[in-house]
């Protein structure tokens, strides 16, 4: 298309093309500032038992505190991190800062605490994985079945029979394993009864309608059924209301995470929030809901 429009159109074309690729050239070299100078925080969202009311862990959500754009959210830096490779060490810092805040929370709260971890496909496929987190398992003497490892079924599908083998090695380790954004990935559900998987965490845009939407509903109430079938636990991402709690409640859903109850935060914030926790039935009153 440049080519029919003349000359000045396709310079002008190459021209905004050098210009994006010396700006991602640019962000490229400040994300390994970044890693450099440890600009990396990582944030944790509570997880909570919908049934006790009680938290049951957090999910690691990693931020960028660039000194150029403020906090930056990882929708705007991983992809570019998968792209150059960067998501390798970022994800090895993400995974051992959460795993290390993992072991403090022990002792802030008396009862045990999971960690989720996001992964990505770059991070899943890498040889050194199993290598890499056996030993910071062994490097903090942490119980490895606290973590728990956030996979998207896009990133586990394309190579089915090496990710049994990887998910099966990761469960020898100890590791709980779940699929994260799970309904988004349009792949066969057979993969449910072949890996090892624990936990299937409903994508926030089947929850985010509900109790409204009937065809939400029917979807989510179907997850629910299908995952206790095959044995695995479910959490409810994107809870951001009460009558979403509510009917997640009645119907049977294990566990929740959402505005509702906390935004991701800063370690500090999280501990405050263990010292004086929440519980669900009785900020949310449970009597709307059935009994169980
Ligand atoms: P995700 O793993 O599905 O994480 C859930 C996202 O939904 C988080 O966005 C969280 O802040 C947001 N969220 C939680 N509750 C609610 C709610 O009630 N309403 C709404 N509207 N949103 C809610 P965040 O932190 O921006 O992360 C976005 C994605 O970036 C994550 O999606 C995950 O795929 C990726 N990510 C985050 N941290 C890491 C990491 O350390 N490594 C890798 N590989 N990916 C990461
Ligand atoms: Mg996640
Ligand atoms: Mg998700
Ligand atoms: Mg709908």
Same mark, same amino acid.
């Given at each position: 298309?440049?080519?029919?429009?003349?000359?000045?159109?396709?310079?002008?074309?190459?021209?905004?093309?050098?210009?994006?690729?010396?700006?991602?050239?640019?962000?490229?070299?400040?994300?390994?500032?970044?890693?450099?100078?440890?600009?990396?925080?990582?944030?944790?969202?509570?997880?909570?038992?919908?049934?006790?009311?009680? $938290?049951?862990?957090?999910?690691?959500?990693?931020?960028?505190?660039?000194?150029?754009?403020?906090?930056?959210?990882?929708?705007?830096?991983?992809?570019?991190?998968?792209?150059?490779?960067?998501?390798?060490?970022?994800?090895?810092?993400?995974?051992?800062?959460?795993?290390?805040?993992?072991?403090?929370?022990?002792?802030?709260?008396?009862?045990?605490?999971?960690?989720?971890?996001?992964?990505?496909?770059?991070?899943?496929?890498?040889?050194?994985?199993?290598?890499? $987190?056996?030993?910071?398992?062994?490097?903090?003497?942490?119980?490895?079945?606290?973590?728990?490892?956030?996979?998207?079924?896009?990133?586990?599908?394309?190579?089915?029979?090496?990710?049994?083998?990887?998910?099966?090695?990761?469960?020898?380790?100890?590791?709980?394993?779940?699929?994260?954004?799970?309904?988004?990935?349009?792949?066969?559900?057979?993969?449910?009864?072949?890996?090892?998987?624990?936990?299937?965490?409903?994508?926030?845009?089947?929850?985010?309608?509900?109790?409204?939407?009937?065809?939400?509903?029917?979807?989510?109430?179907?997850? $629910?059924?299908?995952?206790?079938?095959?044995?695995?636990?479910?959490?409810?991402?994107?809870?951001?209301? $009460?009558?979403?709690?509510?009917?997640?409640?009645?119907?049977?859903?294990?566990?929740?995470?959402?505005?509702?109850?906390?935004?991701?935060?800063?370690?500090?914030?999280?501990?405050?929030?263990?010292?004086?926790?929440?519980?669900?039935?009785?900020?949310?009153?449970?009597?709307?809901?059935?009994?169980?």
């Amino acid at each position: 298309m440049a080519k029919n429009q003349g000359r000045n159109n396709y310079r002008f074309y190459t021209s905004s093309a050098n210009a994006a690729s010396a700006a991602r050239l640019n962000m490229e070299h400040k994300l390994r500032q970044a890693l450099e100078f440890e600009q990396f925080e990582v944030w944790y969202q509570p997880r909570f038992d919908i049934r006790t009311g009680q $938290i049951v862990g957090a999910e690691a959500l990693v931020r960028w505190r660039s000194p150029d754009f403020n906090l930056v959210p990882p929708a705007q830096f991983i992809p570019l991190a998968e792209d150059t490779g960067l998501i390798i060490p970022i994800g090895e810092w993400v995974l051992r800062t959460a795993c290390q805040e993992n072991m403090k929370w022990q002792s802030i709260y008396p009862h045990s605490l999971n960690v989720s971890v996001n992964l990505s496909a770059r991070q899943f496929v890498q040889e050194d994985l199993l290598n890499s $987190i056996e030993k910071m398992i062994a490097d903090l003497s942490m119980n490895p079945s606290r973590l728990e490892l956030e996979l998207t079924e896009s990133l586990i599908m394309p190579n089915a029979e090496d990710t049994i083998e990887t998910l099966k090695a990761l469960k020898k380790l100890g590791m709980q394993i779940s699929v994260d954004d799970f309904g988004t990935g349009y792949s066969s559900l057979s993969y449910l009864k072949r890996f090892p998987i624990d936990t299937l965490k409903i994508d926030q845009s089947f929850v985010r309608d509900i109790p409204e939407d009937e065809d939400d509903c029917a979807l989510v109430t179907a997850i $629910i059924a299908m995952a206790h079938n095959l044995k695995l636990a479910v959490v409810a991402e994107g809870v951001e209301t $009460i009558e979403q709690l509510h009917f997640l409640r009645n119907y049977d859903c294990d566990y929740v995470q959402g505005y509702l109850f906390g935004k991701p935060m800063p370690a500090a914030d999280f501990h405050q929030l263990l010292k004086n926790p929440l519980n669900l039935s009785e900020q949310f009153g449970y009597s709307y809901c059935y009994p169980l």
